[in-house]
């Protein structure tokens, strides 16, 4: 029987910790591709979708005054009004993104590379607006540099 997102109840589900494990598995994986193309190619020569020039704009407009180059703030983006503007955002792509709502794995910061404490949980829709913004600044132009030179600026 295939579970719809409808139906599916977390609190009921069996087998939860297995279910945790194959989203670890699969947002890892996520991570670690897109940090292996960054160091193929520059951020500014990179289409993560193929509405990336969409979801940029939209972006730009819903949220004027986030600044990319900065450090996330994670309290604000999941404040309750944080929130509740992200999922606006994130859901006018449901029909439009696969796994649009899916969780992954987003860097704090421009500068850092997935770590730990540099990393925060946000769904694919944040990820795709914020990385595409970061990638059309140049904010991640220095993971190639540093793949091909061999030195961090």
Do not use: C
């Not at 295939?2 to 494990?21: C, H, I, L, R, Y």
């Not at 194959?22 to 670690?32: P, R, Y």
């Not at 859901?91 to 992954?104: A, L, M, W």
């Amino acid at each position: 029987m295939a579970v719809t997102q409808q139906s599916f109840n977390a609190e009921t589900a069996d087998n939860f910790e297995d279910m945790e494990k194959q989203f670890a598995v699969k947002a890892v994986h996520h991570m670690t591709v897109y940090w292996g193309v960054l160091e193929k190619m520059p951020g500014t020569k990179l289409r993560l979708t193929r509405i990336d020039d969409e979801i940029f704009e939209h972006f730009k407009k819903e949220f004027p005054d986030f600044d990319v180059a900065q450090p996330l703030d994670e309290e604000q983006m999941k404040s309750k009004d944080g929130k509740e503007k992200w999922r606006n955002f994130v859901n006018q792509y449901e029909k439009k993104v696969e796994d649009f709502n899916f969780g992954t794995m987003l860097r704090r910061s421009p500068k850092d590379e997935y770590g730990e404490k540099e990393t925060i949980f946000a769904v694919r829709m944040q990820f795709y607006a914020i990385e595409t913004a970061r990638n059309r600044a140049g904010l991640n132009d220095w993971i190639f540099e540093q793949a091909y030179t061999g030195k961090k600026p």
